[in-house]
């Protein structure tokens, strides 16, 4: 018997939590489910699991075949999927404040090195 997906009760379980690949990438839709993944976040707003965040967010919006790409390099990368400051949706300022932040503190310690 193949398992369904708890959430649409339609697609062919194939994430963890027993959901489908759209539900489980779907905002907001996986914390409905109990995790069975070390990768889970524990507690409000508090990354505490085994898997590094990725080094930069992504600019590209929740539910985007970019974001999809994305999420799949950080899981091959073994990286938490999600980043505090990923796009929550198209045109979300906050990824490109953080990376804009990060070119000044890089330029910053440029010109520190001389
Ligand atoms: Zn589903």
Redesign the pocket.
Known sequence: MIPI???????KVNRPRG??W???YTPGVKEMYPSTSKYARRGVGNFTGNAPVAPRPTTHAPGTPEKMAVLEERAKNKQALWHPFDAQYDGDPRPLRYLAREQRVNEQEMAMAG
């Open positions: 997906c708890k959430h649409c009760q339609e697609s959901l489908c759209s539900c489980y």
